[in-house]
């Protein structure tokens, strides 16, 4: 029931929400870094394989989580008729991409909300991930990068939501893949850039653009169900 449209917005929120991501997991990313050996922090390409396995790690725990929402959207096309479920869950993803519009543009601010709901699952993982420290090696970093992806983060939990339209466990975990592909340049190359590709993705004018971009494919969405 997805579209490429679908994945493209997908992309394009998780690339243009590069300030909040940065916000969130910039902090993150620079422990991490720092908390290395000497004798790997002193060359750039030494890092290399630390933050692709902690960027890894976060990207297939967001798969994953897609994976399950995705099949939530199956369960409930078994249980109305088809017609009806198609419907309900282009109302779904549209809804969702005019909020994600709205947030990217600045207009909304309701994720800190959605935020403050994934507190208890990160109690419960968070000394895991204390265990994981100091990283050793890339496969470590891999791991940790694993528990990190369920960080509470209203962008992340949005877009979880959103899935629910996929339809299908593959699309519904197709639909993070490209999410989790979108906020790499701001966390995998922040420190490469010094922080000048997060300061272009913070521009207000770009944010508006971004918004409306994926605002107008909601619209396009909730226009195909009603």
Not at 54 to 68: H, P
Not at 112 to 127: F, H, Q, V
Request: glycine share 14%; aromatic share 12%.
């Amino acid at each position: 029931m997805i579209e490429q449209s679908s994945y493209l917005a997908a992309f394009v929120v998780g690339l243009l929400g590069g300030g909040h991501c940065v916000g969130m997991c910039g902090g993150i990313v620079g422990a991490l870094t720092f908390g290395l050996p000497a004798s790997v922090q002193s060359r750039l390409l030494n890092t290399f394989p630390y933050q692709l396995g902690y960027n890894l790690g976060r990207i297939t725990s967001y798969v994953f989580a897609g994976a399950i929402m995705g099949g939530l959207g199956v369960l409930l096309t078994q249980a109305v008729p088809v017609y009806v479920a198609q419907r309900v869950l282009l109302v779904i993803a549209g809804a969702f991409m005019i909020l994600l519009g709205l947030y990217l543009g600045g207009w909304w601010t309701g994720l800190a909300r959605i935020e403050r709901a994934g507190n208890l699952l990160w109690t419960k993982i968070e000394p895991f991930a204390r265990k994981l420290l100091p990283v050793k090696s890339p496969g470590q970093a891999w791991i940790l990068g694993l528990v990190w992806g369920w960080i509470p983060c209203g962008l992340v939990y949005s877009m979880l939501v959103w899935t629910v339209s996929a339809g299908s466990v593959a699309k519904g975990a197709g639909l993070m893949l490209a999410f989790g592909l979108g906020t790499l340049p701001n966390l995998f190359v922040m420190d490469i850039l010094a922080g000048s590709l997060a300061r272009w993705f913070k521009d207000i004018r770009v944010r508006r653009a971004a918004g409306l971009i994926v605002i107008l494919f909601g619209i396009v969405t909730l226009a195909r169900a009603l």
